[in-house]
Structure formats: C-alpha cells, structure tokens
C-alpha cells in the first residue's frame, strides 16, 4: 500500500488523522530532549504512516525502564509486581524463573526493538484501527528495520478482537503482560456503585476542590513530579518511567495529556491525575498524590474518580491500566488480559528462538494470571 511509509517525525507531510491533534507537537518536542526526555531509557523517535493516520514509532537504545525494555518488563518489573500480588512461595519460584528469563532475554538482544504506537505512557490506544492494511505496514517496519523485532503493546481482546486476529493471522506472536481494568460504560458501570459515590463526595467533605491544570508554574509541575515519583517509582518500582519535568511539559502543553489537580480552599497542591483520549477511550496513565497525608483523606479515590467522571460526561470507555483490583471492580471495572504482539519472522532463528520461548511460557501462566483477575 503506497500510503504506507515510515518518517521522521519533523515530517510536514504526515497525516496524523482524527483524534491525533498535539502528537506532532509532543513527539517532535520529545525528540529534542533527546536522552533527558526519560531518566531511566533512551530512544529514538519516527512516524509510522497509514493511509488515514499516523502512530509513533519508539526504538529504544538503552535504559531500566519497562515501557522500553522486554528484558525489564519480564524481569525486574514482574518481580516487583508480582511480590504485591502473590504468595511467598509462589514468588520465590517466580522470581527464580523472572531472573533465568531477564537473563536469557538480554543475551538474546530481545531488546532490540521498534516499538509501534508508542507515545510512552503505560497504555497505548489504537481506536478504531482493525489492521486491513497491516501487512503493508509490517512491509515497511521489517524494512526500515530488519535487525529489530516489532512490538505493537497494550492489546487485550475485548477492545482490539479484529486487530488482535489480524495480527495473529500473519505471524505475530503473543506476549501476555498484564491484568488491566476497563470500565466500557462509565455511565452505567461505575456511576450506579456505591463506593463510587462515596469517592464522589470526598471532595466537599474535605474542602478539597478539582481544578484544570492551565499554565502550571514550575513549583507546581516540581510536586506533581515529586508525588508521581514517590508513588510509581518509590512504592512500586524504580522501572517505572522516570518521566522529566519537561516531557510532562510538552505533553500537556501539545494537548496529548490533560491534568487535573486537586488543591486545598487554600491552594495548596495535594494531588493531580493526567488523562490521554483516542477515539473515545481514556487511559489516566500518570497520577500522584500526597502520602504524607492519612489515607483517610481519599486522596487517590479522588484522582481516579476525577477520571472516570470525565468519561461518564465525555460518554468514553475508560481504561484503568493495572494494579489495584479490587479497588477497581468494586467500581465497576472488568478485568481483562493484556498483551504484546510480535514479529520476528525477520529475524535470525537464535533471535526467534528467545520470543518463541518467552511467549511460551507466559501462556503457561495464563491460568494463574486469570485466577488472580478473578479473586
């Protein structure tokens, strides 16, 4: 398909499509901080372009993060994850197999990558993409990189079933990754329940006040980052992106995210959630907030909260990424598993061989990560 080629993204031809307004604005800024965009990975950024739009491109170099590295995904961002979610002496044998696979993974270069639709936040969206012309597009991948697999990431069945079948029909290989919560109709799935709305009113009963985060001062965008930080990567794990001040920047000021804060009648800052939108779903991929306050002050109820009433206006389905479960379904949120694709085809059969066994072996896991989604 001649409409199909892959660019730079200072291109001024690129045709970004419906719902993509501000990505070229957020991509070419990223591109030039270069290495200090994330603290924890290093990249380089193109565009991949479809007939009707365009996703970005991410072929990372180095680095610990997990939203760029297999080897870290499977490795130590497992192991922290699964130490919260399982038993001790299920994860004592996990974390074994976790190091044996990091280890077998960077030894076979799986990190030697192009990433497709990857704007760097935990979840990537792919609206109403259903992948007709993919095999055009892996055509003009393999070519433009014929030493690194493709990964399309953050795939479950119930939101890309056509793509997903698509993609299995021409060779991709399936990675499962993650438990993520999705609430398809915010309006009948999370409004009616009652812990909803007890989070709803915890705003007012503690003079607490949402506001939009317009021409956010450097002080401001300081402790935002300080309560991501002390939450994603101080709570949860250091792979987690170390996001700088100034990519957090280029993406609200592009449009790409929107933040709102939460702020005492004073002004005080104590908290904030971000929100990306793509053909009507909403992913909240960076939130924080105060852990010095008691918990009894619903600080993190209020973000997700803050979330999901803007899809129940908006008439959105909200995707509420992972972790936290029961929190979630006891909103309303139906878990589903997710998962990469791959192809490798291209590659040297000792490159295949490492993807090959590492999809293996996570389907072997499946019933396991489906009885943790239904406890």
Known sequence: MANVRITGVDDEAITWGTGQAGICAYLRSVARLGSSALGNAEFR?????????????????????????????????????????????????????????????????????VFANHLLFSTSLYGDWTGDDLEAVLDALRKAFPERAIVWRSLNLEDNAKLVERMTQLGGRRLLSRIVWRLPDARADWAPRRDARDDRKLLHAHGLRLEDARGLSDDALERVLAFYNDLYRGKYSTTNPAYSAALLLAALESGVLKMQLIRRQDGGLEGFT???????????????????????????????????????????????????GAFKRNRGARPALEFSMVFDNHLPRRRRLAYQALSSALESMRPMLERIALQ
């Open 45 to 113: 950024l193109g565009v991949l372009q479809l007939a009707d739009r365009a996703f970005a491109l991410v072929t990372p170099s180095r680095g610990s993060c997990w939203l760029t590295s297999l080897a870290t995904t499977y490795g130590q961002a497992a192991r922290d994850e699964t130490s919260r979610e399982i038993h001790v002496a299920q994860a004592v044998l996990f974390h074994g197999l976790s190091h044996a696979t990091e280890a077998l993974l960077r030894l076979a270069r799986a990190d030697s990558v």
């Open 274 to 324: 971000t929100e990306h939108v793509y053909q009507g779903t909403l992913i909240n991929p960076l939130l924080g907030y105060d852990r010095s306050l008691p918990q009894a002050r619903g600080l993190y109820r209020i973000a997700m909260a803050a979330s999901a009433e803007r899809a129940m206006e908006e008439g959105l389905s909200l995707n509420f990424s992972a972790g936290a």
